[in-house]
């Protein structure tokens, strides 16, 4: 069965830093690998989505990479704003299956 | 931009009662699923559904639990009677195709069963 871990589960940052979030599977059979935003008492917001056969995917400030063979992807977020603060959320596809298995996910505070 | 709606945003039962959580996929999708985050847990995958038929359930999604496309845009998760542990957040998602496409999530219904 797919694990996923998110470490740490908690971070705070001063305004303008660079910082990393990270995630790891038990399971590398994967179809893709997902990165969400959740807001307190929202939906989730997609950010990026790495195929397995992907590296890595960048939008905007945000860099995401995956290493398959290790079970670990991880999330750059450069030059952090206040509105970055969130939980993140990284989510699993398996491969022949629908269904996405999410982390426990990483809350970020930007401290201005 | 396209998003996923789900109505209503909080609801509040009786235990035992059955209750319908409604949800409008976005437009052009063909894969629909639903999750749920029961607070301070992670996000559980309940069941997908494709072509007016479930293509894949958890073990959460047991008999009390039913899905339904009732029109071409309404996507409907039924609890039949309700219970204490279903109080969570219940996420609809979609996306264009299955397997290896983002899924775009609504906002959640908050159940809270009394």
């Known amino acids: 069965k797919q694990e996923v871990t998110q470490i740490p589960a908690a971070l705070s940052v001063p305004e303008g830093e660079n910082l990393v979030l990270n995630c790891s599977f038990t399971?590398?059979?994967?179809?893709?690998l997902q990165w969400f935003r959740q807001d307190p008492g929202k939906g989730l917001t997609s950010l990026l989505l790495?195929?397995?056969?992907?590296r890595e995917q960048t939008s905007g400030r945000l860099n995401a990479s995956l290493d398959k063979s290790s079970g670990r992807s991880t999330l750059y977020i450069a030059a952090s704003q206040p509105g970055d603060s969130a939980t993140y959320l990284c989510?699993?596809?398996?491969?022949?299956?629908?269904?996405?298995?999410f982390g426990k996910g990483t809350k970020l505070s930007v401290i201005p | 931009e396209p998003e996923v709606t789900q109505t209503p945003s909080h609801q509040v039962t009786q235990m035992g009662q059955e209750v319908i959580l409604r949800c409008v996929p976005i437009?052009?999708?063909?894969?629909f699923y639903w999750y749920r985050q029961i607070l301070g847990q992670k996000v559980e995958f309940l069941v997908s559904?494709?072509?007016?038929?479930?293509?894949?359930k958890s073990e959460i999604f047991d008999d009390q639990f039913s899905v339904e496309r009732p029109d071409g845009s309404n996507f409907t998760l039924k609890i039949r009677s309700t219970k204490l542990e279903d109080s969570a957040m219940y996420f609809c998602?979609?996306?264009?195709?299955?397997?290896?496409?983002?899924?775009?999530f609504g906002p959640g219904t908050r159940l809270l069963v009394l």
């Open positions: 998602a979609s996306s264009e195709s299955g397997g290896s496409e983002t899924q775009y």
């Open positions: 399971d590398s059979a994967i179809y893709n």
């Open positions: 989510a699993v596809g398996k491969a022949g299956s629908y269904q996405l298995t």
């Open positions: 437009s052009n999708h063909l894969y």
């Open positions: 559904f494709y072509n007016n038929e479930i293509s894949e």
């Open positions: 790495i195929q397995s056969s992907q």
